[in-house]
């Protein structure tokens, strides 16, 4: 699941064009640094990249019309002759950053969406885990310090309303058979996931500083977040 971390209701109207079904054609709408801030990205895009290298930000759209799927959502953004689109997947997430260049050129986005539609619009965190099944446990934990570490310092007053991180949640079909051994010095743990194949790690700092290995039975489909 993803993890939201702060939301704001749009109402998606757009003065010179009209709408109509959510597959309708494209309309003008508002323009990219606009998507960046109503999503609040950015902010975090304003971070050094070495700060935010081990966590994935994406914006989030949930429409308030139950009738309108998020995957029917898109985003269009015009550049000049170039236009690319920006895709919303099931969960209602999206990856606006194509291009660094829009940021600093401003162009439109376009929506599909009807006229008058209002959508939370919102960001979500999600860690990227090393590649493989071993690899060290402060590897793995380092999207939980970075993603603190971004709320803190770009989150502004809203970082009051934000949750801590405590952890990494790999995900798996739920009823397969998933664990991940940790080793150090101390010793072995064995954390196995529960029937929704989720496999949940906590943040420990002693394992961090011990250099622990990390030695999942098999890849995680996904991985999110644990907020308290």
């Known amino acids: 699941m ?3 971390l702060y939301a704001v209701t749009v109402t998606l109207a757009c003065a010179a064009l009209c709408g109509g079904p959510a597959a309708a054609a494209d309309r003008e709408w508002i323009d990219y640094k606009r998507l960046l801030e109503i999503t ?4 975090f895009y304003a971070a050094p990249p070495g700060s935010r290298d081990k966590v994935r ?22 550049r000049g002759a170039q236009v690319k689109r920006i895709t919303v997947d099931r969960e209602g997430r999206f990856d606006p950053a194509i291009d660094p260049a829009w940021a600093r050129d401003n162009p439109k986005v376009l929506t599909n969406m009807p006229d008058g539609e209002k959508a939370r619009f919102s960001f979500a965190a999600e860690p990227i885990v090393p590649p493989g099944t071993r690899f060290g446990y402060a590897a793995l934990m380092a999207g939980v310090r970075q993603s603190n570490a971004l709320v803190k310092e770009q989150g502004g007053m809203m970082r009051f309303l934000m949750p801590t991180f405590s952890g990494i949640e790999l995900r798996y079909p739920p ?3 998933a664990s991940a051994r940790i080793v150090s010095a101390r010793g072995e743990a064995v954390v196995a996931a529960d029937a929704q194949g989720a496999l949940r790690l906590k943040l420990d700092e002693r ?7 990390v030695v999942l039975s098999h890849a995680p489909q996904a991985a999110d977040l644990i907020a308290e």
């Open 175 to 177: 009823g397969q058979a």
């Open 2 to 4: 993803k993890t939201i």
């Open 207 to 213: 394992l961090a500083a011990a250099n622990a290995e």
């Open 40 to 43: 609040r990205l950015d902010k």
């Open 57 to 78: 930000l994406l914006g989030t759209v949930q429409p308030n019309n139950a009738a309108i799927a998020p995957q029917d959502i898109v985003f269009t953004v015009v």
